[in-house]
């Protein structure tokens, strides 16, 4: 059944929306899960965890928000999580897709908050904190 019929003219609000898109960090800290896939223990294929083109991956992300904006699903909180968020390739890029399609919709389909977990260790890049 359809959400709308369901609850017509309101707004699902979900808990939390968690975008996982790679393992590539520029630490290899010893404590971190993503260790397991990382270069040196020889593992590390991002590849197959996610085989995804940066142009395949852009449209899902966009199909996937329309679809939640579309069906009136609201994430409180949406969490990026791969590697160093900001690190990774898909980063930026999430986050340019993110403000784009928030940045035009009523204040009750935009999350609370979105969580960029990082190291921290870019800070010094020109590039990067002008963005």
Known sequence: MELEKLLPNQVVVQSALELNFGTNCSTTCTYCYL???SRKSGKYDET???PFS???YEENLRKFLKF???NKM???SID????DT????YGLLTLDILYEHYSKLPIEYKPFEIVIPTNGTWISSDSLTEK
């Open 54 to 56: 940066y142009t395949q």
């Open 86 to 89: 900001i690190f990774n390739k």
């Open 48 to 50: 197959k965890l996610y």
């Open 74 to 76: 609201t994430p409180i």
């Open 80 to 83: 990026l999580f791969g590697g």
């Open 68 to 70: 939640l904006e579309i």
């Open 35 to 37: 260790d397991r896939f």
